[in-house]
């Protein structure tokens, strides 16, 4: 059998699998409009998906996972509560020497709750480890919104939260900004001297800068400078504020050991407790689904390099024996992404996908010994 038709025979295994367990299969169009997706992560997403144009339907993008197809159908005509698996091709753009394939099978679950969003997320990372427990992966569990509750607990400017929460998925970025905005690293050269010539006032600054060159007009450049005006006024994030969510980034337990430290965490940052109150609720509803939580990996940093719906409980399983290769699965929960494509409904989500080609490239490896 040609690699092909063994991996698309695993997927197809797989696909079964999660239908004989309530999933209902859907299947998405290859071409997604590209504004849907541009709206969602801005003009970031043009790095990682191949698009092209349609005389008739405008930019379009070749699909780089099922979710937010998924999340627009049931949005739009799904019956509560719901469960959905789909198997096929996703397509993303590598870096140059990255040798991770460009095109790969995926098959997902996808379950839409609002009862009990604990059991939800135990119901997946569950399904997902028992599809997978030949292999014998290592799995690794984390949280967003506990990231997400720390930023919005610190003493600082809305407008400065707001910069941190869009960059918790881009962490080098995100560091930057924390670094700047608790005064361990200063503004660029160029900002500071720019603040010093408006300092007069920006019509003179705009006048004396001579004729416009370029398409920005002078109301874009002085609304500009406004906001970095506003910006260096706002008030520092304070140095033991920042060593908290150092603490946080850095937490790498055992999944009861994780919360307690959090639940310590938290006497700093109270804007924790109903982030911590969802682990909470998580950890026992996981206890119940047959997870061995008191060896469960958990780490605070996990997730902030995948897609960026998710905002709550995410998860890998990775084959510590392959560590050039990506998670064998990986899923979370994305509830804010059904709020911005529901029209004004929302619902709990949580899902997750396997890719079919990694779990039989173990397989054969296993086989082979």
């Not at 709206?39 to 979710?67: H, K, W």
């Not at 006032?201 to 005006?229: C, M, N, Y």
């Not at 504020?241 to 006497?267: F, K, M, Q, S």
Request: proline fraction near 6%.
């Amino acid at each position: 059998m040609s690699d092909k038709r063994a991996i698309r025979a695993e997927g197809e295994r797989l696909f079964a699998f999660l239908q004989d367990n309530g999933g209902l299969p859907v299947d998405a169009d290859i071409l997604q409009p590209a504004e849907t997706l541009l709206d969602l992560y801005g003009e970031d997403i043009r790095a990682r998906a191949y698009t092209t144009q349609d005389p008739n339907r405008g930019e379009l993008m070749m699909r780089p996972d099922f979710t937010v197809p998924v999340v627009q159908m049931h949005m739009a005509q799904g019956a509560e509560p719901a469960r959905y698996t789909y198997l096929g091709e996703v397509f993303r753009k590598q870096e140059a020497s990255a040798a991770r394939a460009s095109e790969y099978l995926q098959v997902g679950y996808e379950v839409f709750d609002r009862d009990n969003p604990a059991a939800a997320d135990a119901e997946v990372f569950a399904l997902f480890s028992k599809a997978l427990a030949p292999l014998n992966l290592r799995p690794v569990t984390g949280d967003i919104g506990i990231l997400m509750a720390a930023v919005e607990s610190l003493t600082t400017s809305d407008r400065r939260k707001r910069a941190l929460r869009r960059h918790i998925w881009r962490p080098r970025r995100f560091r930057t900004l924390l670094d700047r905005f608790t005064g361990r690293s200063a503004p660029p050269a160029s900002r500071l001297a720019l603040l010093e010539k408006a300092a007069s006032g920006i019509d003179s600054l705009l006048e004396a800068e001579g004729p416009q060159i370029g398409l920005r007009k002078p109301e874009d450049i002085a609304r500009r400078i406004r906001f970095l005006q506003a910006d260096a006024e706002a008030v520092m994030i304070s140095s033991s504020e920042a060593e908290v969510l150092d603490t946080i980034l850095g937490i790498r337990e055992t999944l009861p050991n994780a919360y307690e430290h959090l639940r310590d965490v938290a006497v700093d940052l109270s804007g924790l407790t109903p982030a911590l109150d969802r682990l909470e609720a998580r950890i026992e509803a996981l206890g119940r689904a047959g997870v061995d939580v008191e060896q469960l990996p958990f780490e605070a940093n996990y997730g902030r390099t995948t897609m960026e719906y998710y905002d709550g409980f995410v998860f890998g399983l990775i084959s510590e024996g392959r560590p050039d290769l990506p998670p064998i699965a990986s899923g979370g929960r994305y509830d804010a992404l059904t709020r911005v494509l529901g029209g004004g409904r929302e619902i709990p989500a949580v899902g997750g996908v396997i890719r079919p080609e990694l779990v039989q490239a173990l397989s054969r490896q296993e086989g082979d010994r």
